[in-house]
Nanobody, 119 residues
């Protein structure tokens, strides 16, 4: 499995960005998909996930502002980020896992994409 994240960049506070993660190598629809983020020197933080047969979940810090979605025809998962705040400035990673049940740790990870929100 390969994951390729894109869409990061520089945006002003209150603005929006949409991250994309292209999936290849296996059957995309069989995988849970998640977005995480990590600041330098800090632990990786869960952002959002689409869990097969259970739907979407979000971290409290992004609930109401971020939306995760997937397009199985394009083998892509998205993270629409609205009302961005300076504290959203970190590197974002997409992840995939095929195992039954809610993933505790994801099996596959993409490279990060930097999001910078200016105040």
């Amino acid at each position: 499995v390969q994951l390729q994240a894109s869409g990061g960049g520089l945006v002003q506070a209150g603005g929006s960005l949409r991250l994309s993660c292209a999936f290849s190598g296996r059957t995309f629809s069989s995988y849970h998909m998640g977005w995480f983020r990590q600041a330098p020197g800090k632990e990786r933080e869960f952002v959002a996930a689409i869990i097969r047969s259970r739907g979407n979940t979000y971290a409290d810090s992004v609930k109401g502002r971020f939306t995760i979605s997937r397009d199985n025809a394009k083998n892509t998962v998205y993270l629409q980020m609205n009302s961005l705040k300076p504290e959203d400035t970190v590197v974002y990673y997409c992840a995939a896992d095929p195992r039954f049940g809610v993933p505790i740790d994801y099996m596959y990870w993409g490279q990060g994409t930097q999001v910078t929100v200016s105040s």
